[in-house]
């Protein structure tokens, strides 16, 4: 069968990328999507997969992944009673508007541009990570009314532009607005099923390319990706919990932040050729 060739060397490189986001998840408790859009880029890149929509095929694999990581998370939050409840409700509507919203933007752009995109607010991230300090703050509640309808949509919309789930943009914006932080992560993990279930609907009905379409993608995304990361991150997730709890995590923080930066800034070069 002509596909195995690649399907082989795919299903290896997956199960490394799978394997690493767990840890990074388990020690770190970033969301896997910031990790997992590039790592499959490079890997679909690698083996020839390059063409416009390269990029839609990250973006909805990782967000497919979100979808069952982060129902698992919040289900295991809410058994200590960390998620705001209230917080979820409320910001719903305007997450998932934001998202549906998010797939029409992606799915009319190049893949060149949405490397831009991730580029840009990658870096953003980054610098949040390494740079952001646990007291700064923005306001002493959450945003209400036309403020918090204009944030939760956007959160919805850029998330979805860079296929990942609540938590890179969700826990700053609780944390600026006097969210204790345990609560602002296990709230922002019900931010991330909200933002991936209306988005990958979308993406399933995605036409994809040949030159863009890895073997075994479903619209716009890619089954043994999917099922390989779910199964990896399910198995190394609790080492990196185990690695955390035995040693301070916040230097680790500032490397992966680095990290993030510099992966970062690599897109933004393919993305203009440089």
């Known amino acids: 069968m002509p596909e195995m060739n690649v399907l082989l060397p795919l299903v290896a490189m997956l199960m490394g990328i799978g394997a690493f986001a767990g840890v990074l998840a388990g020690l770190l408790g970033v969301g896997g999507g910031i990790v997992l859009v590039p790592a499959f880029f490079y890997a679909f890149q690698s083996l020839g997969y390059d063409g416009d929509q390269v990029m839609q095929v990250c973006l909805a694999t990782s967000l497919a992944t979100i979808i069952v990581t982060s129902v698992r998370s919040v289900l295991s939050h809410n058994k200590k009673g960390a998620v705001d409840w209230s917080i979820l409700r409320t910001w719903a509507p305007g997450i998932a508007v934001g998202a549906i919203l998010g797939v029409l933007v992606a799915s009319s752009l190049r893949s060149v541009t949405l490397q831009a995109i991730f580029g840009c607010l990658g870096i953003v991230i980054g610098l949040y990570l390494g740079l952001g300090k646990s007291e700064w703050r923005l306001a002493q509640e959450m ?8 944030l939760s949509s956007l959160m919805g919309f850029m998330s979805v532009l860079m296929g990942i789930g609540g938590g890179s943009f969700g826990v700053p914006v609780m944390a600026l607005h006097n969210t204790p932080i345990h609560r602002a992560v296990a709230t922002a993990a019900g931010f991330g099923v909200l933002i991936a279930v209306p988005s ?22 890619n089954i043994p990706a999917l099922l390989l990361i779910i199964a990896m991150t399910l198995l190394t997730a609790p080492i990196g919990v185990k690695i955390a709890h035995a040693m301070d995590p916040k230097p680790l923080k500032r490397v992966f932040a680095v990290f993030l930066t510099l ?3 690599n897109m933004l070069r393919k993305a203009f050729g440089w």
Do not use: C, E, M, Q
Not at 143 to 150: F, N, S, V, Y
């Open 143 to 150: 945003p209400k009314g036309p403020k918090r309808a204009a």
């Open 200 to 221: 990958v609907a979308g993406f399933l009905l995605l036409d994809i390319a040949d030159a863009s379409r890895p073997p075994y993608t479903i619209g716009a995304v």
């Open 263 to 265: 992966v970062a800034l």
